[in-house]
C-alpha cells in the first residue's frame, strides 16, 4: 500500500451541519482529505494543536501516557480506507522490537499521532477516493491560521464540562 505523508491543515466546521472537519494536506503536495468528525474528537486535535494544558490528562493524553508508562511507542498513523463513507485508520506501536497495528478512528489516530510526536500518512487510494475541498475553508485551528481562527478558541472556552458528565 502506497502511502502519502500529510500533515494538518485546519479543522473547521461545515457550513450546513455544524460539524467539524479535520482537514488533512500532503506534506509536498496540494491534496487534501477532508474528514467529518465529532466534536470530542475535534476538540481533543485543537487542545493538542493549540498546546492547551488542563490540570487532569483528557483521554487521549492517558492514552498516551499508558503507552509510555508501557513501554510502548507510537510510530505511526495511517488512514488505510473508504468504505461506506467511513473512513478507517491504523495505528502503529512498537514494543519490544515487536510492530504491531491496531485499528482505529482517523479522528483518535490523529490526536493520538499529535501528542506522540507520530508522522500521519494516508493511502494513495484513499486520497484518489476522496472528496476534494472545494472552496478554501474559514481555519478555525490548524497550519494556517487565519482571522477566524479565534472561533475554535471560543467553541473550545464555551464548552460546559457538564455537557460531558466530567470535569475537565
Request: charge should be negative.
Amino acid at each position: 500500500m502506497k502511502a502519502v505523508k500529510m500533515i494538518i491543515h485546519a479543522i473547521t466546521l461545515d457550513p450546513d451541519s455544524n460539524s467539524p472537519i479535520l482537514i488533512l494536506k500532503e506534506e509536498h503536495g496540494d491534496r487534501t482529505l477532508p474528514i467529518w468528525i465529532g466534536l470530542l474528537e475535534a476538540t481533543a486535535i485543537a487542545t493538542e494543536m493549540e498546546k492547551l494544558q488542563f490540570a487532569r490528562p483528557m483521554t487521549h493524553d492517558l492514552a498516551i501516557n499508558l503507552l509510555k508508562a508501557a513501554g510502548v511507542n507510537l510510530i505511526r498513523i495511517d488512514v488505510t480506507e473508504l468504505k461506506d463513507n467511513t473512513y478507517y485508520a491504523e495505528i502503529t506501536i512498537e514494543s519490544g522490537g515487536n510492530i504491531t497495528k491496531v485499528d482505529s478512528r482517523p479522528s483518535d489516530a490523529v490526536a493520538l499521532a499529535l501528542r506522540a510526536g507520530a508522522d500521519i500518512y494516508v493511502s494513495e487510494s484513499v486520497l484518489k477516493s476522496a472528496m476534494p475541498v472545494e472552496n478554501e475553508p474559514t481555519i478555525l485551528s490548524g497550519d494556517r491560521k487565519d482571522k477566524d481562527r479565534d472561533k475554535w478558541s471560543k467553541i473550545l472556552e464555551e464548552l460546559d464540562p457538564n455537557a460531558f458528565k466530567y470535569k475537565m
